[in-house]
């Protein structure tokens, strides 16, 4: 066939029904072929003797048969366009499908059905992940795909984990005329390909989309001639063997089924009563008949109103009456149809903002059952980017996943859609004008919809007067006598308040603050034994030195230092008790004062053998109201003056190096090296790995790990820059104590090199990679896989700046040419 034929054969075709026929059809199947191939012939079956050619897409006794009311397409995509000339690569044919499928498609809503063979099961996932980027064109073929059916596709090659297995497969499919070109670009992107497959699953298991799949295998074998393959591997495939492993073929969390056919014939079936094709109508039939449910379970959830609130609902909430009324009567989003509302509710620390906003939130669910609500923490930008994760992942928002992807303008876009329904969006702890409105410019990332409405609680009146357009900010003062006597008694026996006066002294001490409050009550509540008045001398004649050195650094707008001694009082009192009657739980406190105040898993607090230990421990902090338990139930926030005091403890009593070496190490130990599979881990560490690090001068220089694993988190996230610096810090580190030539040091060098090289710096990067890359050759020798890596690296530089000859040298690792470079 020649060239202007096969271009005219490219392209989606319909086959069924025929030209001229009656079309009364309601749903659409795309049948996509792999390497090597076109339409019809790799859906044919030859019979040999002559008699017929079975083609199960067209047949009238085959898949028309099975499923009547479908519209049967081929999309044909050149399968040899590798042979000589990079004119596309592999997963570019992916916009070119796109393109013709929503062309034909147009805006019918029709469900669609795929089925894809070998390498064009890569081409859909890519098709399908393209699809879901936000703002994509073709967002609405993504939402019509009701189903996939896979034949044998190679999601990562053999199933073996290094390049070589690529170069199997394709010259198993093509033979003698095997594509060098796309061998080399999957061998060169072969971490790509496994994360696009990754992101694609990721995509269909989302909730809005949920789209079933089927994986179908070969169990039968391929014999490679010895001439196709290199000697090495010739040897291993001297037998028949499978060419793509269940492993490969078979997505995670997906259903799949073995056929018992060669990778070749698993696209071809001899006859309707083939049980192989059998198994393969069966699974589309059932596709087409959830049809309908898929796509309502999808309209379902797109309008589900969502509750993203991490903490459970506090039953001991008394009192303002007042401010909550006043909050209720704006935040509503109908409460203005005009505007998106903005509120700010202000007060100093302690004071109760998170707990009447939580109040708040509680009752917009309750009253408006059609309205989301949000939750996002601003006490760090790491904490608001994740929040704002878990509130796109909860929208169904595509392209979320992506390494790079820019969570927060994602979320910000999605919000202020008028599709996105009406929210609250509550923004909790906004206490840093720097973060909020300078450098990380945090409140940027709004959402603006006239059905949405956003509450501010801060401590800063200056943020509260920028954030509120209309400059009439609500102000939280302290609980009123009434308010504060029902709070302190609200969880007490009988017994323990029957002094008044205690209690009215005790209230006028503590200056109704109810974080004061609470913590003397949390005490109280764990020692039945002592009643208010008890309590009361214990305040009056404790150390007011050590109080005095535990308010350090609690300083509030608007209030004397001296006023927060209450919470240091109430503190010491209740971390003396711990101290003697649970040191575990002592322990866990001087441990997490190092790390961010929210959100902190408890798989990184020192794990005990008995786990009766460790949840009796974090019960105790959390009865003395020290911490504050998400509904996850494996995290919890701290406060900040809690934490405050407990670091001055720690610095007044000289346990401060001992325990900030302890965590140091603790978050060195169980921080991962990000990779895309363990993203939910590292995020979530994140924010306490910088809180760490700002400790690290006081540490050995050798502690480099927990630096290098959140830089490498940086530059996952696409923020180059702050990657930089610390890998800079990280290789400065190691050249220093490990030296030079370290293979670790190589490591950041080259860490730092690709860091540069995907900022544009590409002659720093340049001369980078080749300084890694002598050293790797030097150390490790030129055949071991990080020099290899190092070479294709540098490759990657020299393409960006046009050094084509240089660049082709390398990546065919001719050591020859490279030994001419200068690497100095």
Same mark, same amino acid.
């Given at each position: ?14 086959? *069924?029904?025929? =030209? ?21 012939? @790799? ?8 008699? #017929? ?76 992940? #393209? ?17 996939? *059916? ?51 699953? =990721? ?41 793509? @492993? ?42 087409? =008949? ?124 999605? +919000? ?178 190092? +790390? ?43 406060? #900040? ?5 407990? #670091? ?61 694993? *959140? ?114």
């Amino acid at each position: 066939m020649g060239p202007s034929e096969t271009q005219s054969r490219l392209g989606l075709r319909k086959v *069924v029904p025929a =030209e001229g026929v009656t079309d009364k059809t309601t749903v659409d199947i795309i049948a996509i072929h792999g390497l090597d191939t076109e339409s019809p012939r @790799t859906w044919e079956f030859d019979t040999k003797d002559g008699s #017929r050619i079975v083609n199960w897409l067209q047949d009238s006794d085959m898949l028309p048969a099975a499923a009547p009311d479908a519209r049967i397409y081929t999309y044909d995509w050149n399968a040899k366009v590798f042979d000589n000339a990079p004119v596309q690569t592999l997963l570019g044919h992916a916009d070119n499908l796109l393109g013709l499928v929503a062309a034909e498609h147009g805006t019918s809503g029709r469900p669609i059905i795929f089925i894809a063979s070998c390498f064009g099961g890569l081409v859909l996932a890519e098709a399908i992940c #393209r699809a879901a980027q936000e703002g994509s064109q073709y967002r609405r073929i993504l939402r019509s795909t009701v189903g996939i *059916v896979f034949l044998a596709t190679p999601f990562s090659g053999t199933g073996a984990a290094g390049p070589a297995s690529w170069l199997v497969v394709v010259k198993g499919i093509m033979g003698e005329q095997a594509s060098g070109q796309l061998i080399g670009d999957l061998k060169v992107n072969h971490d790509f390909v496994c994360e696009r497959v990754q992101k694609f699953t =990721e995509i269909a298991n989302a909730n809005t989309i949920r789209l079933p799949i089927w994986c179908f295998f070969e169990t039968g074998t391929t014999n490679i001639a010895s001439k196709i393959l290199p000697p090495q591997i010739a040897k291993i495939w001297s037998k028949g063997r499978i060419l793509v @492993t269940q492993s490969s073929a078979c997505l995670h969390g997906f259903r799949h089924r073995g056929l018992g056919k060669a990778h070749v014939m698993m696209n071809k079936f001899k006859g309707k009563d083939c049980p192989d094709f059998i198994q393969v109508k069966e699974v589309i039939q059932f596709i087409l =008949e959830e049809a309908p449910n898929t796509l309502n379970r999808r309209e379902k959830d797109a309008k589900k109103p969502h509750f993203v609130v991490p903490f459970g609902r506090n039953e001991n909430f008394v009192g303002r009456e007042t401010i909550l009324q006043q909050l209720l009567s704006r935040i509503p989003p109908d409460a203005n149809q005009d505007d998106c509302q903005r509120t700010a509710l202000e007060g100093l620390g302690g004071i109760g903002k998170t707990q009447i906003a939580l109040e708040a939130a509680h009752h917009v669910r309750d009253q408006h059952p059609d309205c989301s609500v949000f939750w996002v923490p601003a006490v760090d930008a790491t904490n608001f980017e994740n929040a704002y994760r878990q509130i796109g992942e909860a929208l169904g928002i595509l392209g979320l996943s992506d390494d790079k992807a820019d969570v927060k303008t994602l979320v910000k876009a999605a +919000l202020s859609r008028e599709s996105a329904g009406s929210w609250l969006l509550i923004i909790d702890n906004a206490d840093d004008l720097e973060l909020l409105f300078t450098v990380t410019r945090l409140l940027a990332y709004l959402p603006f919809s006239r059905k949405g409405s956003i509450l501010l609680t801060t401590r800063i009146h200056e943020a509260a007067i920028r954030f509120e357009t209309r400059g009439n900010p609500i102000t939280l003062k302290e609980m009123s006598d009434s308010e504060a006597d029902k709070l302190l008694c609200s969880s007490l026996e009988d017994g323990q308040i029957c002094d008044i006066e205690s209690k009215r002294s005790l209230l006028k001490l503590l200056t109704n603050l109810p974080l004061a409050i609470k913590q003397a009550s949390a005490y109280m509540r764990s020692n039945r034994r002592v009643t208010i008045s008890k309590y009361l001398e214990r305040c009056q004649s404790g150390d007011k030195g050590m109080v005095k050195l535990l308010s350090r650094d609690f300083e509030d707008p608007d209030r004397a230092e001296t006023s927060l001694n209450p919470v240091a009082t109430t503190w010491l009192i209740s971390f003396s008790h711990i101290l003697r009657d649970c040191p575990l739980a002592a322990q866990y406190l001087k441990h997490i004062c190092f +790390l961010a105040e929210k959100d902190i898993p408890i798989s990184l607090l020192s794990q005990e053998p008995d786990q009766w230990e460790t949840d009796e421990a974090i019960s105790v902090l959390q009865g003395y109201a020290f911490i504050m338990e998400h509904q996850e139930r494996d995290s919890f926030d701290i406060h #900040r003056l809690v934490r405050l005091a407990m #670091r001055n403890w720690l610095q007044t009593n000289g346990e401060w190096q001992e325990w900030a070496t302890k965590v140091f190490q603790r978050l060195t130990n169980e921080y991962p090296f990000p990779k895309h599979e363990n993203r939910a881990i590292w995020m979530r560490y994140l924010p306490h790995g910088q809180a760490v690090l700002h400790l690290r001068n006081e540490f050995a220089d050798k502690e480099t790990g927990l630096l290098f694993n *959140v830089a490498e988190s940086y530059f996952k996230l696409g923020k180059y820059s702050e990657a930089e610096q610390m890998y800079r810090q990280t290789l400065e580190l190691r050249e220093r104590v490990l030296g030079r030539e370290h293979p670790s040091t190589l490591g950041s060098m080259n860490a730092l090199a690709i860091t540069l090289n995907s900022q544009g710096k590409y002659e720093g990067a340049e001369q980078l990679q080749k300084q890694a890359l002598k050293g790797y050759q030097k150390v490790l020798g030129r055949e071991h896989p990080d020099t290899l890596d190092s070479m294709n690296n540098l490759a990657l530089v020299l393409n960006r700046q046009g050094k084509y000859v240089l660049r082709t040298s390398i990546s065919r690792l001719d050591i020859g040419r490279i030994g001419c470079l200068d690497f100095r």
